[in-house]
């Protein structure tokens, strides 16, 4: 199994920015890819970016060119650089992992619990 905890959510306004960082732990052999996903209120959970074991990156088209997903393979942790924040990034943030070989659009089998990031105009 493995465990996934988020931090850095937070309130900020329009324009500023915010970094999330998502630790794994637990018994695994490896972590192959991680990302994160959003939900805000009434709308479906989405994908935001996804970066794999072999360091590919991809982003939603929403946020390509304000953030970055990147990660530190010795500390199995997944960070998430958002610049530039709308108020349309008001969302809960999901870190998502999988310890198993599958194309980065595959939801991965964990989930961490969430951190809120709040974008006000």
């Known amino acids: 199994q493995v465990q996934l905890v988020e931090s850095g959510g937070g309130l900020v306004q329009a324009g500023e920015s915010l970094r999330l960082s998502c630790a794994a732990s637990?018994?695994?052999?490896?972590?192959?890819?991680m990302g994160w996903y959003r939900q805000a209120p009434g709308k479906q959970r989405e994908l935001v970016a996804v970066?794999?074991?072999?360091?590919?990156?991809n982003y939603a088209d929403s946020v390509k060119g304000r953030f970055t997903i990147s990660r530190d393979f010795a500390k199995n942790t997944v960070y998430l650089q958002m610049n530039s924040l709308k108020v349309e990034d008001t969302a809960v943030y999901y870190c998502?992992?999988?310890?198993?070989?599958?194309?980065?659009?595959?939801?991965?089998?964990?989930w961490g619990q969430g951190t809120q990031v709040t974008v006000s105009s």
């Open positions: 998502n992992a999988d310890d198993e070989n599958r194309r980065w659009s595959l939801v991965g089998k964990y």
């Open positions: 637990g018994s695994f052999s490896s972590i192959t890819n």
């Open positions: 970066i794999t074991k072999g360091g590919i990156t």
